[in-house]
């Protein structure tokens, strides 16, 4: 009896170091999402800054010849 309470015991510790490690990749790409999210928002705002500095209102057009280079 006191083998599968030590047995049982020590898959329940698996089974949560497992879920601690999946809980951690998936703490990670949701930081990696949210820094790509960021710098979309910053490459976004650099751009804007550039467009004004050049004088060109469509921002699209700003982007294309940015991407280009």
Known sequence: ????????????????????????????LSYKVKIQASTERLRGVFLNIVSRENGVNNLEDNSEIVDAE
């Open 1 to 28: 009896m006191l083998f599968w309470i030590f047995l049982l015991n020590n898959l329940s510790l698996l089974y949560l170091l497992e879920l601690e490690k999946v809980s951690f990749v998936f703490h990670f």
